[in-house]
Every structure is written in structure tokens, then in C-alpha cells.
């Protein structure tokens, strides 16, 4: 308890110079694989509360270690991640994005200031415990092919190689103070779809003379639903959008040439998504030869399903209760979003966990990915509290 106390006040203490680099992040954000000056903040922050780190890695990302005095040979990872959206700001706060048509919407920057806070925090503590922690302040989250699997090819799982990883997301259905989870298959994969229909473009008023790519489109996606309602086993969630279609040059009375169409295709079984794949390619192509036109359909594999260790999970739900009590940990559904943490959670026992960040009574509660989302600050306290309890819980002190 005398541990738990001292991160608490720490907690507190540091509240007010967390919330300051939070805002310093959300007034500077970068897009992904961009974000040179966000990995010198971070560097620099770092250097000023003595903590050693390594600068460069996937070219803009920082990683950090701390070692406890104790004698422990275990180590931990804890991840941020610290790119933003192309999304123009709508807030009216003294710390909007300056960075027009970037913002944090997605919460990064909180994530950032609460693992540095976290950092001074259990940098000030760690003669109260044992083992090393190495922190990961991953880019491009955002975009794949993702930083996560970037650092894991440059060797962030080794030397020293961690036994598990936790990291957290901001959550605007959870109210400030409460952190919530879910054991198991938590996240799904998510493939981007890039599909292109040939066929014969004309005069709208001679279709016989043509081979109408938007009369086949439109037959493709309805057919490719089947995909999901006759194939994909019921009590497997299963998710099939199409969410932008281009047709080259246009009219009311122009048959095109050409048919873009854009989508997403996401599951929570990885032989599943793989079979899908196949099944959806299939399709596609014989529907528009069989019309007589052409399909490309082209599949890019984006990030894997994200799995919560049940163990590792249950740990970590035990220690959040006694740090923030019971009615504050709360069990959450499986979502269809992804997050490219899911490559660390397929490569060790990983736990991805939900902040709190919404305040109704001050009109804090838009949705992630919007231009108005923000948070209530008062959720750093628990964020930067929390995860040092978890990290040294977790290390076995």
C-alpha cells in the first residue's frame, strides 16, 4: 500500500506538468511517419528526468528503459503511440491543433504525455522495485503498415526481450476516473479493399453498345454481402463496407469506362479473414466476367485481430481494481476498430486496455476520429497513476 500511496501522490503531483505536454502535443500534431518533431519532444522530456533512451527507431519513434534497484531479471514493455489524423480541428480551446488539417483525434497525445508521466513517475520510484521497463513511443499507429510492426522487425522484442506488454487507449464512452477491458479476442483485423470494374463506356442512350462498370458494381457489392450473411460462421463478427466509389469522367447521360470502389473488411479469426479473402476475390471476378466486363481486386492485408492474454488480463484488471476500486474497472465488448498494438499481443502475452475520458456535464463525450473530440484532462490522473501501478504490479513488487 505504501507503494500504491506514493504513486498516487506522484500521480497528483505531476498532474498539472502532464496536462501541460499533453496540450504541447495536441498543438503540434504530426501525421504518421511524420512526426520528427513529436520523437524530439518526447526525447527531450525523457533527457530531462535522466532516463535513458534510444532515438530513431521506425526513424521517428523513442524507446526508453528504466531499472529497478531491486534484484529482478524481469522485463515489461509499456507502449504509446504518438502520430495524429489528417482531420481539421473544430475545438475551441487555447491548445488546438496549429497544425491545420492535423489533429489528435484519436487520442495519441494523451497517450504520449501519460507514458511520460508515467516514466518521471516510476524513474523517481525505482528503488521501490525490481526488473527493467522498456517503453515504447511507437509511430504511424494510424496508417499500415504500421509502427508496430516496423519496431518489431528492428528488434524492439529484444535485447532485452520483454515477457509482456501493456498499452492504453483513450475511450470516450467511459466516464473520466474508470479503465476498461476485455480478456481474449478483443479487436479485429482490418484489410483495405481497392477493387477496380472495367468495362465499356458510351451514350447512356445506346447500353446495348456498352458494358456498364456501374450496372456490375453495383451487382459486386450486393453479391460480396453474401460473403458475410452464407459464409462467415454466425458467432464470428464480421464486418464488409464499401465506403467510396469513383467512376472516371461522368454525366447523367455517360456510361464510364471505369469503376473504383473502395472498402473494408474486417473479422476476428485469422483462418476466417484468410478464406474470406479468397471467397471475396473469387466473386468479384466472375460476376463482372460473367457481365462481361473486368475486375481487379486487390486486397492489402492490413493489421491481425488483437488478442488480450487472459492471464496477463486478469492481472491486470486485479491490480486496476485495487489501485482505482471495483465500481472503476469495468468489462467491455469486443469492437470491430483495429489497432496495430495486435502485432505485439501476436507476438507475447499482451493487455490493451480502455481510459475513461468523457465528461458530460462539461460536454466532453465526441466520438474518436471526429473533429471534435477531446477530453476531460482529469483523466491523466488516472492514466499516468495507473499505468505505473500496473508496470510495477506487473514487474512482481
Not at 500500500?1 to 505531476?14: P, V
Not at 534510444?54 to 515489461?76: C, F, H, L, M, P
Request: hydrophobic share 35%; with cysteine; aromatic share 8%.
Amino acid at each position: 500500500m505504501k507503494l500504491q500511496y506514493s504513486i498516487k501522490e506522484f500521480a497528483d503531483k505531476n498532474f498539472s506538468e502532464v496536462r501541460k505536454i499533453r496540450r504541447h502535443l495536441h498543438q503540434y500534431p504530426e501525421l504518421s511517419y511524420q512526426e520528427k518533431e513529436t520523437g524530439k519532444y518526447i526525447a527531450k522530456q525523457l533527457k530531462s528526468y535522466g532516463i535513458k533512451h534510444e532515438t530513431g527507431w521506425a526513424d521517428n519513434g523513442v524507446v526508453a528503459y528504466i531499472q529497478g534497484k531491486k534484484t529482478s531479471k524481469k522485463v515489461i514493455a509499456l507502449r504509446a503511440d504518438i502520430d495524429a489524423l489528417p482531420i481539421l480541428e473544430a475545438n475551441k480551446v487555447p491548445y488546438k491543433s496549429k497544425n491545420k488539417g492535423v489533429m489528435h483525434a484519436c487520442g495519441h497525445d494523451v497517450h504520449t504525455a501519460s507514458l511520460l508521466g508515467a516514466a518521471k513517475i516510476l524513474h523517481k520510484l525505482r528503488d521501490q522495485f525490481g526488473g527493467t521497463l522498456k517503453l515504447i513511443f511507437q509511430p504511424a499507429e494510424e496508417q499500415f503498415p504500421g509502427g508496430a510492426s516496423i519496431l518489431i522487425k528492428e528488434g524492439v522484442l529484444r535485447n532485452p526481450k520483454p515477457v509482456s506488454i501493456i498499452g492504453q487507449h483513450v475511450h470516450p464512452p467511459l466516464p473520466a476516473g474508470k479503465i476498461g477491458l476485455r480478456p481474449g479476442q478483443y479487436m479485429a483485423s482490418a484489410d483495405e479493399l481497392y477493387v477496380t470494374i472495367t468495362g465499356k463506356g458510351g451514350h447512356g442512350a445506346l447500353p446495348h453498345t456498352c458494358i456498364d462498370p456501374i450496372l456490375i458494381t453495383s451487382h459486386i457489392i450486393t453479391a460480396l454481402q453474401q460473403v458475410i450473411s452464407r459464409h462467415a460462421n454466425p458467432t464470428s463478427p464480421t464486418v464488409l463496407t464499401f465506403g467510396k466509389i469513383n467512376s472516371t469522367g461522368g454525366a447523367t447521360n455517360i456510361i464510364p469506362h471505369e469503376v473504383k470502389l473502395f472498402g473494408t473488411f474486417r473479422a476476428m479469426d485469422e483462418k476466417w479473414r484468410s478464406a474470406a479473402h479468397k471467397k471475396m476475390k473469387t466473386m468479384a471476378e466472375s460476376m463482372a466476367k460473367s457481365m462481361g466486363g473486368k475486375c481487379d481486386f486487390n486486397i492489402v492485408k492490413g493489421y491481425p485481430s488483437l488478442i488480450n492474454e487472459p492471464k496477463l488480463t486478469g492481472r491486470v484488471k486485479d491490480f486496476a481494481i485495487d489501485y482505482l476500486g471495483k465500481r472503476n474497472v469495468v468489462d467491455l465488448p469486443i469492437r470491430m476498430t483495429a489497432e496495430d498494438f495486435a502485432y505485439y499481443s501476436q507476438k507475447m502475452p499482451g493487455c490493451f486496455y480502455r481510459l475513461g475520458v468523457a465528461n458530460k456535464s462539461k460536454g466532453i463525450a465526441s466520438p474518436l476520429h471526429s473533429s471534435t473530440f477531446d477530453i476531460d484532462e482529469e483523466a491523466l490522473r488516472t492514466s499516468i497513476g495507473m499505468m505505473a501501478w500496473l508496470a510495477v504490479k506487473e514487474l512482481g513488487n
